[in-house]
């Protein structure tokens, strides 16, 4: 077996007629995964740093940065739930990969699940890590995130100003992201800036701002949980201000034998501040 520390990453790009898909690429072999970031300041690199490395000593590893993020910016055109479900099966069939492996964080796993649902064939086995897509809000509450979502001043201006300084980046990372301790915290901040620098600003996602309309979501999986007839197994950091464990909880529950774990202590980014043991539950079950 390859060890993690010699594992060459290389990064390509699929042509799309609003920019370029970025897929950052490692190992060979096995049963190919493909790995799906969060919203935001997100990307390939800040979610799978730490896990590219352990899948990638026995399979094909595909990270992929979505649209307006990472390496995929520039990118003309909106970046809605439909669009990047497209992303993800472009990057499949530029590959020709049948079946994949499919691992997503957030947004990643709003995605993730949305594959395994319009797709069940070319999805073997699902870890959907905090995801997105399976949450409703109370009303009042749900309008003024509606409102957030329609005011750039909102989603893209005061985010941008609070995330000006390397402090406040710190502040935003440990109290929304990574509460509790990480042996890489600098690396992450610095990697986060560099995203904001790349993007010229930080806010919320297309995906996140579409997402919701005037009296619901528009993007609500739950209905449809009960057809994903793969493996899956759902991973929460029981700390998680983002996606309150309770909510992956209810959607877990949905899925026909799928398989919980709740790391207490860890927050959003449950994979960067519990590298090793997210590592150890997703290389086993993939396995």
């Known amino acids: ?50 896990m590219i490395p352990a899948l990638a000593a026995d399979r094909a590893v595909f990270a992929l940065d979505w649209p307006k993020q990472g390496g995929s910016i ?38 993730s699940l949305a594959t395994a649902i319009a797709h069940p064939d070319r999805v073997r086995r699902l870890v959907p890590i905090a995801p997105a897509g399976i949450i409703s809000f109370p009303p009042v509450v749900h309008q003024l995130l509606w409102l957030t979502a329609k005011l750039p001043l909102l989603n893209q201006t005061l985010p941008s100003l609070m995330f000006r300084s390397r402090a406040g980046v710190e502040r935003f990372v440990r109290s929304s992201l990574v509460p509790g301790p990480v042996d890489d915290f600098e690396q992450i901040v610095d990697d986060v800036m560099a995203e904001i620098a790349r ?55 949905l899925v026909p034998g799928a398989r919980l774990e709740i790391i207490e202590g860890a927050g959003h980014w449950v994979n960067r501040q519990e590298p090793e043991r997210v590592n150890r539950l997703v290389v086993d079950f993939l396995a």
């Open 1 to 50: 077996m390859t060890r993690p520390e010699d594992i060459a990453v290389t990064h390509e790009w699929i042509d799309q007629p609003e920019g370029r898909l970025q897929v950052t690429r490692a190992g060979a072999g096995g049963n190919p995964v493909v790995l799906l970031s969060g919203a935001g300041i997100d990307n390939a690199r800040l979610s799978w740093a730490r």
């Open 199 to 253: 993007r010229g600003g930080s806010g919320s996602s297309d995906w996140q701002n579409s997402s919701i309309g005037l009296w619901r979501m528009r993007v609500d999986l739950r209905p449809q949980l009960h057809t994903i007839a793969c493996p899956t197994l759902f991973i929460q950091g029981g700390a998680d201000i983002g996606v309150a464990p309770r909510h992956t909880r209810a959607a877990a529950a």
């Open 74 to 111: 520039p990118w003309q055109g909106v970046a809605d739930h439909d669009r990047l479900l497209r992303a993800v099966l472009t990057v499949l069939d530029h590959y020709a990969l049948d079946q994949v492996d499919l691992v997503g964080l957030s947004q990643g796993g709003a995605l």
